[in-house]
């Protein structure tokens, strides 16, 4: 079964800062794709970085960067340079090449608190 | 403007009754999904589908209900039978359905109440 497990319930961190958001992933498939979104308090989710697990360089999208480490079967999103508008939840999601559900498993997330 | 649109945003329903939670995409999009997430946890599927008029069941399907006429309409009925509906109710669409990479847009979500 696949599984997506985020260790950081919420995580304080200085404006300007760089955060690292922990994400870790189980699966049997040889192939599949890692998301990063971001839910800030309206609700919304939104799309921020993806990865595929054949994809030979990390992903980055701006500030934000994936450090993937497929050995260790972890996908962490790095946030360069902290803004206060970065406080969120921030959901790490996985989908398998097999997967018959045509699901995406998401993590139970990580809220993140932006301080001035 | 392409996006997903949800309504209403938020929704008051007494025990006993039906609602229909709608979600319209202009993004061309061929598959919808309906997920549900309840305070501090991630979202579970509740209904998909890859094409008009066919849609399938997701982890938490009982006491729901869905309906596909429409590319862009994909509207979830939350019925009685479902025993504990208070939630975050949140759609999405995507492009190219099954493939791995293939990214679900999110609309902005219908929080429902039971009174």
């Known amino acids: 079964a696949q599984k997506i497990t985020q260790t950081q319930p919420g995580m304080f961190v200085q404006e300007k800062e760089a955060v690292t958001l922990d994400c870790t992933y189980d699966?049997?498939?040889?192939?599949?794709?890692l998301f990063w979104y971001k839910q800030p308090s309206s609700g919304e989710m939104i799309f921020l970085i993806y990865q595929g697990s054949y994809d030979q360089q990390n992903a980055t999208e701006g500030r934000y960067s994936l450090n993937f480490q497929k050995a260790r079967k972890s996908a962490n999103l790095v946030i360069s340079a902290s803004q206060l508008g970065d406080s969120a939840m921030y959901f790490c999601a996985m989908r398998g090449e097999m997967n018959r559900d045509d699901k995406i498993i998401f993590g139970k997330g990580t809220r993140l608190h932006i301080l001035p | 403007d392409g996006g997903i649109t949800q309504s209403p945003k938020y929704l008051f329903r007494k025990e006993g009754q039906n609602v229909t939670l709608s979600c319209e995409q202009n993004?061309?999009?061929?598959?919808m999904y309906w997920y549900r997430q309840d305070p501090g946890q991630g979202l579970r599927l509740i209904y998909y589908s890859q094409i008009v008029n066919d849609f399938q069941k997701g982890d938490i399907a009982e006491g729901y209900s869905v309906s596909r006429e429409k590319k862009e309409s994909f509207p979830l009925t939350v019925t009685s039978a479902q025993k504990n509906p208070t939630a975050f109710y949140l759609c999405?669409?995507?492009?190219?359905?099954?493939?791995?990479?293939?990214?679900?847009?999110f609309g902005p979500g219908t929080r429902l109440t039971v009174l």
């Open positions: 999405a669409s995507s492009i190219v359905p099954g493939v791995r990479s293939d990214t679900q847009y």
């Open positions: 699966t049997s498939d040889p192939s599949y794709g």
């Open positions: 993004l061309n999009h061929d598959a």
